[in-house]
């Protein structure tokens, strides 16, 4: 091997080795972008839904209620932001709910709140791919990269997780206001009354912004290509 040969490929390894280098801190880069974008995004959500939640269109006898979406904010985030983001999204919400509720014992807090809003954050595994999600800078742009119908079953399966919940903790807790009704007849109704509703709600807005903005992209662009 001559010393050209030799000089070249060194030159070609310190090439890569830049390039390597250069994508590595590109990466890192994003993921602080990403992280600090997600917690601003994440304290906005919360705080929106948390104060949704203080808004009561109807109020169900025994407790729960229908509101203006106040879950909506905690759904989009894990849309935008995925599970892992969002299961602490949710779990911090659950928290707050704990204000004002409710509260008997440890296990019913659990059911009724903790776990019932916590779950929320499956929604985040119907999210595109992290790899897209940090092409997209604008978190409500997120949206748009995600086909309509899986946004209705993330939130067609969360709402289902929440009634799960909240349907054990009718029939072991709540079980007195049942009457004469079967217990697990009652709570699947009682819950599930005003959970449809804030489920029916939550899909039309979030996938009516995705529409929107998918047909405002493309809008966009036919009038670029217009220009050219």
Known sequence: MSRKDVVSQIEEKRAEEEQKQELQKTAEKNQRREMILSVACGGVCIALAFVLSQIRLFRMPQGGSVTPASMLPIIFFCLCFGAKKGFCASFAYSLLQLIGGTLINFPQVMLDYIIAYTVLGFAGFFAASSKKRIEVRNPLKRLSIIPFWRIGAAVFFAFALRL???????????????????????????????LLVEAAITSVILIGISLSLGLLHINIASGSGKKK
């Open 164 to 194: 799960v919940s909240s349907v054990l903790s009718g029939v072991i807790f709540w079980s007195e206001y049942a009457g004469d009704q079967n217990v697990w007849v009652y709570s699947i109704l009682y819950n599930g009354t005003f």
